[in-house]
T-cell receptor, first 113, second 111 residues
Framework: DVKVTQSSRYLVKRTGEKVFLECVQD?????MFWYRQDPGLGLRLIYF???????EKGDIPEGYSVSREKKERFSLILESASTNQTSMYLC????????????FGSGTRLTVV | SQQGEEDPQALSIQEGENATMNCSYK?????LQWYRQNSGRGLVHLIL?????REKHSGRLRVTLDTSKKSSSLLITASRAADTASYFC???????????FGKGTRLSVIA
């Protein structure tokens, strides 16, 4: 069965810390995405990547960066965590374009205190 | 940018009843997809309908798409308690763009 694995289900970090959220897929998918999900706001796209070393900004990239050094791994980095980055973070991947659905990881619930 | 808007925001029904959720969107699309999310988990892809399709079925799921009204509906027939979840529609405007998700409908199926 195909899988997208997010390294942590729950994470608690302090304000100002640098935070790494890891996402690994075993499906040889080119395209990977990071969303955050907040009550009443739905899913919002932070960053995405169409290939190794490529990255594109989504709708809310401020305060985040990403790294894609290998095809299977897409990391989301919070440069200096703030309390307004407390959220559920969801990673997804897809093979190619267009006619497929995304495969999502189980999510990381990050709390910044 | 929020493309899809689900309606209603929350829905509560008895087991065995049908559940209908609607999604409206703003711009032309390549395809529309529906996802389910159990509490605190990731989303699971349910069904994809292309812009040139009007209806699609998968098991107890039926999806319709009306591009003239920019709307879609998801029907779950003979609902079960296990169908309790949030349901999201997501749209893709062209082949190479990320999905844009709505805010979801929270479905509760009471046994």
């Amino acid at each position: 069965d195909v899988k997208v694995t997010q390294s942590s289900r729950y994470l608690v970090k302090r304000t100002g810390e640098k935070v790494f959220l890891e996402c690994v897929q075993d499906m040889d998918h080119e395209n990977m995405f990071w969303y955050r999900q907040d009550p009443g706001l739905g899913l919002r796209l932070i960053y995405f990547s169409y290939d190794v070393k490529m990255k594109e900004k989504g709708d809310i990239p401020e305060g985040y960066s990403v790294s894609r050094e290998k095809k299977e791994r897409f990391s989301l980095i919070l440069e200096s965590a703030s309390t307004n980055q407390t959220s559920m973070y969801l990673c997804a991947s897809i093979l190619g374009q267009g006619s497929y659905g995304y495969t999502f990881g189980s999510g990381t619930r990050l709390t910044v205190v | 940018s929020q493309q899809g808007e689900e309606d209603p925001q929350a829905l509560s029904i008895q087991e065995g009843e049908n559940a209908t959720m609607n999604c409206s969107y703003k711009t032309s699309i390549n395809n529309l997809q529906w996802y389910r999310q159990n509490s605190g988990r990731g989303l699971v892809h349910l069904i994809l309908i292309r812009s040139n399709e009007r209806e699609k079925h998968s098991g107890r799921l039926r999806v319709t798409l009306d591009t003239s009204k920019k709307s879609s509906s998801l029907l779950i027939t003979a609902s079960r308690a296990a169908d309790t979840a949030s349901y999201f529609c997501a749209t893709r405007t062209s082949g190479n763009t990320p999905l844009v998700f709505g805010k979801g409908t929270r479905l509760s199926v009471i046994a």
